[in-house]
T-cell receptor, first 113, second 114 residues
């Protein structure tokens, strides 16, 4: 069975500080991977997607970057946090090529002060 | 405007009653997925449909196979544990490439009361 793990569970960070959020998928090789962001009380917005190791595409510009250093790992980061980065970050994967069905991790709650 | 319009934005049900949530799409969609988000924030996939209907216990979902412009989620015999925020998310039929991008609705906050 596939499992998806995100770390950390929650972060409180200062404006201007760096950030690194991680996501690992076990039990599935070469999945498509995605990062989504959800403002408090809001809807979800796709930020990045990756179809293979080392390849990441940006969907919206939020002064964030993403990397896929391993087949099962997806990293979201920034060197300087903004207040607007606060929210809930979810990692997701899709099972098959040609099928949009996605499965989400437990998420990381980020508070920027 | 929004590609995915979800209604109602909030819904209160008594235990044992039935109701339906709906998503309208401003463009033709290839597929739709329904999720429930719990209080912790976890998104649980309920259904994925490329066409037709699917049923799981007290939940049933349909995706308009003709026009592909709306989907519904029916809740039968609502229970307290059904409370949460329900999202629909759809894939644009005209989206190209390898990004299976889901566009989410704004959600329906469902509260089931005894």
């Amino acid at each position: 069975a596939q499992t998806i793990h995100q770390w950390p569970v929650a972060e409180i960070k200062a404006v201007g500080s760096p950030l690194s959020l991680g996501c690992t998928i076990k039990g599935k090789s070469s999945p498509n991977l995605y990062w989504y962001w959800q403002a408090t009380g809001g809807t979800l917005q796709q930020l990045f997607y990756s179809i293979t190791v080392g390849q990441v595409e940006s969907v919206v510009q939020l002064n964030l970057s993403a990397s896929r250093p391993k087949d099962d790992q997806f990293i979201l980061s920034t060197e300087k946090l903004l207040l607007s980065h606060s929210g809930f970050y979810l990692c997701a994967w899709s099972l098959w090529r040609g099928r949009a069905e996605q499965f989400f991790g437990p998420g990381t709650r980020l508070t920027v002060l | 405007g929004d590609q995915v319009e979800q209604s109602p934005s909030a819904l209160s049900l008594h235990e044992g009653t039935d109701s339906a949530l709906r998503c309208n799409f401003t463009t033709t969609m290839r597929s739709v997925q329904w999720f429930r988000q719990n209080s912790r924030g976890s998104l649980i996939s309920l259904f994925y449909l490329a066409s037709g209907t699917k049923e799981n216990g007290r939940l049933k979902s349909a995706f308009d196979s003709k026009e592909r412009r709306y989907s519904t989620l029916h809740i039968r015999d609502a229970q307290l544990e059904d409370s949460g925020t329900y999202f629909c998310a759809a894939e644009d039929e005209n989206s190209g490439g390898s990004n299976y991008k889901l566009t989410f609705g704004k959600g329906t906050l469902l509260t089931v009361t005894p």
